[in-house]
């Protein structure tokens, strides 16, 4: 189960609410896809995301182990002793879950990590891999721009885009210990400080 919890949690940005409140309905497998719809979000807009074939083997796995006749439509239920019981996960379960997978990834300060992990790390790593503000707000489903600038100003990927075009501007990469004038490629704009 906790493969999967991951799996969505990172590939939909989702918070644990609602990857708690994912159903079998919520999920349609095409063979080489997972299309997941997300109903009950925090701002009440329905939200879409895909599970790549990579990472399907995860829930198919899982949907193997689900009680025969469940209670219930909802994706997760408990384990108990290695087995699959007829009683969905509760949110609170969900959220002993990052710890379990920090502790999994020897992460300092497992305990720590929170229901709001999964989201934040999809975040940054779609940021990291060079999305745009516009795939970012889509892809967590986020109205206002703060939010999602503020993942892109954090990213290591753009802070070095950013230094690259800078550097770029004034000519030649080399580096050269000898400052003095004439000898520093990147005196190019520099301007004196007045007094």
Same mark, same amino acid.
């Given at each position: 189960m906790a493969q999967v919890v991951v799996v969505f949690g990172i590939a939909g940005a989702c918070r644990i609410c609602e990857i708690s409140q994912v159903t079998l309905d919520d999920?349609?497998?095409s063979g080489t896809l997972l299309m997941v719809e997300l109903k009950q979000t925090k701002n009440y807009v329905n939200r879409r995301f895909v599970v790549t074939e990579e990472y399907i083997k995860f829930y198919r796995m899982y949907i193997v182990l689900r009680p025969a006749a469940p209670k219930d439509h909802r994706l997760f239920y408990a384990h108990r002793n290695g087995k699959c019981i007829n009683q969905v996960v509760s949110k609170n379960q969900f959220?002993? %879950?990052h710890e379990t997978v920090a502790n999994f $990834?020897?992460?300092?300060n497992a305990n720590s990590y929170t %229901?709001? +992990?999964f989201r934040r790390s999809s975040a940054t790593l779609l940021v990291e891999s060079e999305g745009d503000l516009m795939t970012l707000k889509k892809h967590g489903g986020w109205k +206002?721009? &703060? @939010?999602t600038e503020g993942y892109i100003d954090e990213s @290591?990927?753009?802070?070095t885009e950013i230094a690259n075009k @800078?550097?770029? &501007?004034c000519g030649s990469a080399e580096i050269t210990p000898d400052l003095r004038p004439g000898n520093f490629p990147y005196a190019c704009n $520099?301007?004196? @400080?007045k007094e």
């Open positions: 999920i349609e497998d959220h002993k %879950g $990834l020897q992460l300092e %229901g709001h +992990s +206002s721009s &703060t @939010v @290591v990927a753009h802070r @800078v550097f770029r &501007t $520099l301007k004196p @400080v």
